[in-house]
């Protein structure tokens, strides 16, 4: 027998705990925890079998004991985290098989428990081993627990004739719905071959015959998650017309949790089988109608979400290429139902505030979707109705007609609402000293919509309506106060995106801009700005109004006032207090605050002003700016580190060569730590985009510090953990880490030699493993959008690698004759970017960007190396991909080098 530290808990000791870890007093629920975790530590397999004991044990004197261990033995099978969620998995699958179906059977009799919460735990149990063991096949082919399906249908369809017989039946429909819903989720097809029977099951449950509205309302949320695998019931009309007919008649049951759930499937139905709608669409316009405006609010919400549903799957079809399948339900539905749609907006709580959630906001919700999807279609059905009742005396009425407006702006052209923006705009200024808070809030979010989707609408009086709304901000609540700074942040955005040039020439905001910078860090200053976000809000704002300062603004604001003030405003943060996670949290978010504000005030500055001595102190305001940098460096906050490497960068950007180079000692030890972070990708990949502006910026200079960075470059790109989770975390590190190569590689040229062989190693263990991911993406069910994002994402940076080393060879050439046919070697041509061209030459879906990088390179190489691989460059994949390139529809960009890299290949 195995030897334990600690006796092995028996069922008794085990009852105890769990009913201890329920009480109220710490101590002895700490204790409890502790003996459970040590009980688990001790002999995993005996204490899970126990929790399935204590589950199952109708004899057991407390309910809550044997609901907590089902909760718990579900935990020891889960996890939120991915990379938890497999190793639990795997534990529980090295467990003895015999020791898993003693488990498995406990759980299943706890299905046939009189006490609710008792079944639905071990629902949740049984669910979260069939998630685990129902896509794992034995060596019979046969799903490691292939009979708990069949199992669960049988008490569904032949139940037992007894109350525990009820319950189980009850208790099987969830586990059924809960078993669907995690299935889904995963690639696999394991549900395939029973979908007829469990449909059958489910929608047997949610006749009219079946009594038990308990046992109904079970099915009905079943089928929700069901419906998932009824494609191939819904192709077959007989079998959709039952479905359907089933649903809409528990759309009128006497329950309204069964009516709200029954509306949840119809819900999904749209999402899933939108095109089998039309037989259906006019009983469920009437149906939902009805719901809207008879029913209760939580029936009500789940009707108008139908529509929602619907406007979302036409939305997508109207602008992608499946226009001609979209059958246009909403622009004939929209007459009956934009009328009942907004009097019910006017059913607002008293008390409603934006975090409110009842059928007024999900009919402003569904008509926001309605004007994206119809566009300018919806104005005439809309504006009469707000033209009516926004000067209403009743604020309910107001509000709706407020916010009704609000929806529409995102949709309809600007052109359009131009001729009604002016109407409601005083009026909407008027509102927002309103005595109705809520009438405050949504005409604040209104100007903030106008501003963001129809600022041609506001035209020349952009300036005015900033300043009424600066008059008003102060006194505002911060939900309101945050709307009216995203209405300055579009504002100035309208105002930015108006001009190509880098500095504007003086434009509307320019009379108010400090006027306008003044409130928005008043704004953030506020003791209350930690609410609804405005405090990062405001800065935000702040940092895309002064990126439209004028050559004068920056002259005479900028640079003497702004950058010194946050330069002082930084530098206090150091003397922050930190006693606490809160003070540490506080100053970190102040750091990145003013990182980003002295970001934007550098990018403006002319490189003159950063290079200027403060007779003073002897310092450049550049020696200033990256000796705070680098104080926040240490910080060891991610955001505020990211903000820093940004400030860095507009630093690196603005200073010549010889400028930036005097941080460097200093600052190459610094991206080195901070390429280091791997674990925190974001910072990772920043400080990898920031190493390639510095070797833009130092070019030859750039080897006095590269060692390191190579060398930490290098074993980033060696660690199979680095890039491992990119469904879960879209910041790609490899990718960025291969870009960085190429940079390195064109600034340091000759300089290369020492690295070149291992840059072209990892450049090929790159191209292998975008090769096995096309190949996995090819396979049966292989469409991943994580991977193909990621595909595109790795090849577009392995190529720019290419090219820099290309580059960096050819520059050496010039004084080192011979210096370019170091790369004509098999690692680099055959085995390397060639291989990765032919990869990408038949790939579809690759995106315009890969496209245009991949001929970049073969152009680079033809020009390069000429007839020394010309057999290679003429090949078809090399000649594929420069027609492409060349094909009529792309943008000049990918065309102007398809041309250019036909030219040298003689095409």
Not at 39 to 59: G, I, R, W
Not at 221 to 231: G, I, R, T, V, Y
Not at 443 to 462: C, D, K, N, Q, V
Not at 636 to 665: I, K, W
């Amino acid at each position: 027998q195995k030897p334990h530290a600690l006796t092995t808990m028996d069922a008794a000791a085990l009852r105890q705990a769990l009913a201890n870890a329920q009480n109220p007093d710490a101590t002895t629920r700490n204790s409890a925890e502790e003996q459970l975790k040590q009980s688990f530590s001790n002999d995993a397999a005996n204490h899970l079998f126990l929790l399935s004991h204590e589950l199952q044990d109708e004899t057991a004197p407390n309910v809550q004991t044997r609901s907590l261990a089902g909760l718990t033995l579900k935990n020891f099978m889960t996890s939120k985290d991915h990379a938890q969620a497999v190793k639990l998995a795997n534990d529980w699958m090295a467990l003895n098989p015999e020791v898993r179906n003693k488990i498995k059977t406990n759980a299943c009799q706890a299905l046939s428990s009189l006490q609710r919460d008792v079944q639905l735990a071990s629902a949740q149990v049984i669910s979260k081993i069939a998630t685990i063991e129902l896509p794992k096949t034995g060596p019979d082919g046969r799903s490691q627990w292939e009979e708990l399906m069949p199992l669960l249908l049988a008490s569904v369809v032949q139940p037992e004739a007894s109350p525990q017989g009820l319950a189980k039946k009850q208790a099987s429909l969830h586990t059924i719905g809960y078993i669907c819903e995690e299935i889904a989720t995963l690639e696999t097809d394991c549900l395939a071959s029973k979908s007829n029977e469990i449909l059958t099951a489910v929608v047997a449950g949610m006749r009219n015959e079946e009594q038990d509205l308990a046992v109904k309302l079970a099915a009905t949320k079943a089928l929700s998650n069901a419906l998932e695998f009824a494609n191939k019931n819904f192709e077959v009309d007989a079998e959709r017309n039952y479905i359907m007919q089933v649903i809409c008649e528990a759309c009128t049951c006497s329950s309204d949790d069964i009516k709200e759930h029954a509306y949840q499937c119809l819900c999904r139905i749209a999402e899933l089988y939108y095109d089998k709608l039309i037989p259906y669409i006019q009983k469920l316009l009437e149906l939902t109608i009805m719901a809207i405006t008879t029913q209760q609010d939580n029936v009500a919400r789940q009707a108008i979400a139908f529509w929602s549903a619907v406007c979302d799957a036409e939305f997508e079809m109207l602008n992608s290429d499946e226009e001609g399948d979209c059958k246009k339900f909403i622009m004939g539905a929209t007459p009956y139902l934009l009328p009942d749609l907004l009097k019910t907006m006017k059913c607002q709580e008293d008390g409603q505030d934006e975090d409110s959630y009842n059928k007024s906001t999900e009919a402003a919700a569904c008509l926001a979707a309605i004007a994206s999807t119809i566009c300018d279609e919806v104005l005439p059905h809309v504006v009469p109705w707000v033209q009516q009742n926004i000067s209403s005396p009743d604020w309910h009425c107001k509000e709706a007609a407020v916010m009704a407006f609000g929806c529409i702006m995102d949709g309809p052209s600007p052109e359009e609402l131009k001729q009604y923006v002016g109407g409601i705009m005083d009026t909407l200024i008027a509102y927002l000293v309103d005595p109705e808070d809520l009438v405050k809030n949504s005409s604040a979010w209104a100007i903030m919509r106008i501003t963001e989707f129809a600022p041609e609408a506001i035209g020349l009086h952009m300036a005015p309506l900033c300043e009424k709304l600066m008059q008003v901000m102060p006194q505002s609540e911060p939900q309101t106060a945050n709307h009216l700074v995203w209405a300055i942040h579009h504002a100035a955005n309208f105002i930015r995106a108006s001009h190509d040039s880098h500095i504007l020439p003086r434009n509307q905001l320019s009379p108010i801009l400090g006027k306008l910078v003044e409130c928005l860090v008043t704004q953030a200053d506020r003791s209350d700005a930690t609410e609804a976000n405005l405090r990062a809000n405001a800065y935000e704002a702040l940092n895309v109004v002064v990126s439209t300062a004028d050559e004068e603004a920056i002259r005479t604001f900028v640079a003497p006032t702004l950058l010194p003030m946050f330069g002082e405003r930084l530098n206090a943060t150091f003397a922050m207090p930190c006693l606490n996670a809160d003070d540490l949290n506080l100053r970190n978010e102040w750091q990145s605050f003013f990182c980003g504000a002295l970001q934007t005030c550098i990018n403006l500055m002319p490189p003159e002003h950063l290079v200027a001595v403060d007779p003073a102190s002897g310092m450049t305001t550049a020696d200033k700016f990256m000796h705070l940098f680098l104080q926040v460096f240490s910080s060891q906050n991610t955001t505020a580190a990211q903000e820093a490497l940004l400030a860095v960068g507009s630093v690196c950007h603005v200073l010549p060569q010889a400028a930036f180079d005097r941080y460097m000692p200093t600052f190459s030890g610094m991206l080195v730590a901070l390429i280091s972070t791997s674990g925190e990708p974001g910072l990772c990949m920043l400080a990898l985009t920031t190493t390639s502006d510095v070797a833009r910026t130092l070019e030859g200079e750039m080897i006095k510090y590269s060692d390191a960075i190579v060398e930490v470059i290098l074993n980033v790109l060696a660690r199979p953990d680095v890039d491992a989770q990119i469904a879960q975390v879209h910041d790609y590190i490899k990718p960025s880490a291969y870009s960085c190569i190429g940079d390195i590689a064109m600034a340091i040229g000759a300089g290369m030699e020492k690295y070149l062989q291992y840059w072209l190693a990892a450049l090929q263990q790159g191209c292998e493993t975008a090769k096995r991911l096309k190949e996995e993406l090819a396979g049966k069910d292989g469409y991943d959008e994580d991977k193909r994002n990621y595909l595109n994402a790795l090849c577009e940076g392995i190529f720019d690698g290419y090219v820099g080393v290309v580059q960096g060879l050819k520059a050496a050439g010039i004084t080192q004759p011979g210096a370019t046919d170091a790369f004509l070697q098999p690692v680099a041509v055959q085995g390397g970017c060639l291989m990765l061209v032919e990869v990408i030459s038949s790939d579809e879906d690759k995106t315009e960007s890969v496209l245009r990088t991949a001929v970049g390179l073969v152009g680079d190489l033809a020009e390069t190396y000429g007839d020394k691989i010309k057999p290679m460059l003429t090949a078809k994949p090399c000649q594929d991909l420069v027609l492409q390139a060349k094909a009529s529809g792309m943008e000049p960009d990918t065309a102007e080098i398809g041309h250019w890299a036909a030219t040298r290949l003689g095409i």
